[in-house]
């Protein structure tokens, strides 16, 4: 499951992936990050996901890719910090290792919320 909301203080998107997340749920989440939602030129993304697991598979990474260059053809700039409490499984690692990622997006993954927060704010 993915949920979100918006910090208006620091102009933050907030996710957060919760239980397994499947494409389904990426998809819906993905399709409904728009200006007319989040009104900024350049998003900031931090997802959290504690004690998340995925059942994304290779054949899902077209439609995933997809699905982020839609969103980040949105906005000027994002800039997403993912937040785990460990760092990837050497499955979910090999898949992000296979992705393609849009020109305008810079990404990190943080074991620390703080941290990834410090990161997006920094200019």
Known sequence: MITDSFDHEN????TFQSGMVTIIDFISWANAVTPERFPVKDLKL???AIQTGYTFRDEHLPKLDKLVFDLCSRYETVKAARVHSTFFKP???????KRKFPSNITTRIFTDQTN???WLLEP
């Open 91 to 97: 499955d979910i690692t090999e898949l992000e290792r």
């Open 46 to 48: 931090l997802i959290t």
């Open 11 to 14: 102009g933050i998107l907030l």
């Open 116 to 118: 990834a927060i410090e």
